[in-house]
């Protein structure tokens, strides 16, 4: 079974400039994740999405931020401008409730942006 | 929002050794992961352990969810156990999981 697919695995921009990440998640999958991961800190939630509607967005800065899963299945994450302080691995993943409620998240392997 | 926190924040082992990580965390939850996150960056989810003890292998994990707090055992070291433990709960009535600020673990051969 393929994992959770991310691209690209690295981008280096200037600022100002726009970014797209891409993913996609586990096949059956129905929730999915996208999470920031700045250096030295653990993972935090951008937005949540159950099939394609996002049900938790809280967190997104949504000035410059953008995100859609169509068709319930793969997503796009966009920052657009970027800024020096975007600088950080942007983490997708997914999960399929279990059978006794479990939520077990997997993740993709990141990508990485670099914003100068 | 929960609070969840991670002891020690760096840890140092030589080969062999044995230890154990804590997370402690501030309301009750109904999920509670632990993940390892490797020197290349890929979260692996170890254990999905909201109560009890479950044991794979060299790794083991207890909750005590009435006492909040979460513990990970990790015995005879290996150097591939390297990388940065993290612990993420969520809150009973949230979807929302929340990520400790994680254990540094270097196992020096």
């Known amino acids: 079974e393929a994992g959770v697919v991310q691209s690209p695995r690295y981008k280096i921009i200037e600022k100002k400039q726009p970014v797209a990440f891409w993913c996609n998640p586990i096949s059956g999958h129905n929730t999915l994740y996208w999470y920031r991961q700045n250096l030295g800190q653990g993972p935090e939630l951008l937005i949540r999405?159950?099939?394609?509607?996002?049900?938790?967005d809280s967190q997104l800065p949504k000035d410059r931020f953008s995100a859609e899963r169509l068709k319930g299945v793969d997503s796009t994450l966009k920052i657009q401008p970027a800024e020096l302080g975007d600088s950080a691995v942007y983490l997708c993943?997914?999960?399929?409730?279990?059978?006794?409620?479990?939520?077990?998240?997997?993740f993709g392997a990141g990508s990485r942006l670099t914003v100068l | 929002g929960i609070q969840v926190e991670q002891s020690p924040p760096d840890l140092i082992l030589q080969e062999g050794a044995n230890s154990t990580l804590r997370c402690n965390f501030s309301d009750s939850v109904n999920n509670l992961q632990w993940f390892h996150q490797n020197p290349w960056g890929q979260l692996i989810n170890l254990f999905y352990?909201?109560?009890g003890t479950k044991q794979n292998g060299r790794l083991s994990a207890t909750t005590v969810a009435t006492e909040r707090y979460s513990l990970l055992y990790i015995s005879s070291s290996q150097t591939t156990d390297s990388g940065v433990y993290f612990c993420a709960v969520e809150r009973t009535g949230s979807e929302k999981l929340v990520f400790g600020k994680g254990t540094k673990l270097t196992v020096n051969p």
């Open positions: 352990i909201p109560s």
């Open positions: 999405y159950e099939n394609e509607e996002a049900v938790d």
């Open positions: 993943a997914s999960s399929l409730v279990g059978s006794f409620g479990a939520n077990v998240l997997t």
